[in-house]
Structures are given as structure tokens and as C-alpha cells.
């Protein structure tokens, strides 16, 4: 496992290369960036200052949790994040974030709008969930997240990791949030499970209508 930081133009990365589970043991997924044991925190606290000096103490908050969530929720391959340029989109101006998930999603139970509804529960929610105060980032009316992942069928755990190699079909999510509709969470006129009906979701770039997920949702990559 190594953490990496990189600084190029206005690209800060922060990564996470996790053994692949087929021949080694899946760690504990990690609580916070500490429980990270080869990632130096030097390197760690000097990757994060840049991204706070540049973007705001938010976009620290977003980045390490769209990190420590993937993780957590099922991520199986390689995970790393970066803070990437503010976008212009229709006339708003958005913070990107670019996220590979290390998710692989059976696709034979899970359809392309169902996959995006779990990214979202289990990565965009409970990152937002942290934002306090609203969402505030520099010289932004918002923020966007790029989420990789793939998908392919499988029956069991033990059946993706026979074959973690051939991990299927490359897909790209992209989740538009605005700081007005993190501030009507924070007021009690939405959820932020109803947030994803209100924000603007994309696939592999085309727009999709994507419903907030079902209360009984199994919400996990594979059918295990």
C-alpha cells in the first residue's frame, strides 16, 4: 500500500494502491488517512495544505472522504483521488474531483442507473453528510465528482476474485452538486438522499435520471 502525492498545474492527487485480494489479504478498510500505516504523514499533511491553500478547507473535507468511503464501502481494486480544475458547466462554475473507486459492480443485478444510485449512497452522502456548514469552495458554485468504476457478472466474492484481473467494462459516473441545494439539506427543505433526484448525473457522458435509491436497497457493488 502507498500514498502518493502529486502536484502538476492545478492537479493535486492523493492515491491509495491496494494489493489486489486475489493473491493477498483484503485489509480492514481504513477509518481515517492515520490508519493508513505506509502513508508518511508529513507527505500527507503537505498534499492536504495545498489543497486547503487552493481550494478551501471543504474541498480537504470532500477529498479525503470520497477516499476513506470508497474504501469502506467496496472497493476491491486500486483507489486514489484528486482535486482537479474548476469547470464551467451551463453557466456554473463547479470544483472537479476525480475519483477511481476500485468498485467492479455485478452488472447482471445491478443496471447502469442502480450502479450510479449506490456510488452515490455510499460515497456521495456520507462525504456531503461532513460539510457542516454548506458546502464553500473557492471561486466555485459548486462541486462536481468523476467517479471510474467497472462492471461485469458474477455470482460471488469468490468469483470475483478468481478473476480480479479481468475486472469487465470501464464505466464514468459524474455527480453536479450545487452549494444552494447543499444549503436547502442543511435547512431541512430536502434530504441528501433526495439530493440525487436534484442533482445532475451523467454516464459515460449522457445525462441520466437517477431516483433516490429504495429504503430496503441492497447497497453494495456485488450480489454478496
Do not use: C
Not at 492545478?10 to 493477498?24: K, Q
Not at 458554485?141 to 455470482?155: A, I, K, N, S
Request: aromatic content about 6%; overall charge negative; cysteine-free.
Amino acid at each position: 500500500m502507498r500514498i502518493v502525492g502529486l502536484l502538476g498545474g492545478t492537479v493535486l492527487v492523493l492515491v491509495l494502491a491496494v494489493p489486489s485480494f486475489a493473491t493477498e489479504p483484503t485489509p480492514a478498510p481504513p477509518d481515517s488517512l492515520d490508519d493508513i500505516p505506509s502513508a508518511k504523514p508529513a507527505d500527507v499533511t503537505r498534499l492536504l495544505r495545498k489543497v486547503r491553500t487552493r481550494h478551501g478547507e471543504d474541498a480537504v473535507v470532500i477529498q479525503t472522504n470520497l477516499l476513506l468511503n470508497a474504501m469502506q464501502k467496496g472497493s476491491v481494486l486500486a483507489t486514489g483521488v484528486r482535486v482537479d480544475r474548476v469547470e464551467e458547466v451551463r453557466g456554473k462554475r463547479y470544483l472537479a474531483f476525480v475519483l477511481e473507486t476500485g468498485f467492479v459492480f455485478d452488472d447482471s443485478t445491478r443496471d447502469r442507473a442502480e450502479r450510479a444510485q449506490i456510488l452515490w449512497a455510499t460515497i456521495m452522502e456520507p462525504t456531503l453528510a461532513r460539510l457542516q456548514d454548506g458546502l464553500q469552495v473557492n471561486k466555485a458554485d459548486g462541486m462536481l465528482v468523476e467517479m471510474q468504476y467497472f462492471h461485469r457478472p458474477y455470482r460471488s466474492a469468490d468469483e470475483l476474485r478468481a478473476h480480479i484481473d479481468e475486472p469487465g467494462t470501464s464505466e464514468q459516473a459524474r455527480f453536479y452538486v450545487l452549494s444552494s441545494d447543499v444549503d436547502d439539506v442543511l435547512h431541512g427543505k430536502i434530504s441528501f438522499r433526495t439530493l440525487l433526484a436534484q442533482a445532475r448525473t451523467t454516464v459515460d457522458g449522457a445525462d441520466l435520471a437517477v431516483a433516490p435509491p429504495p429504503a430496503d436497497a441492497l447497497l453494495t457493488p456485488g450480489p454478496e
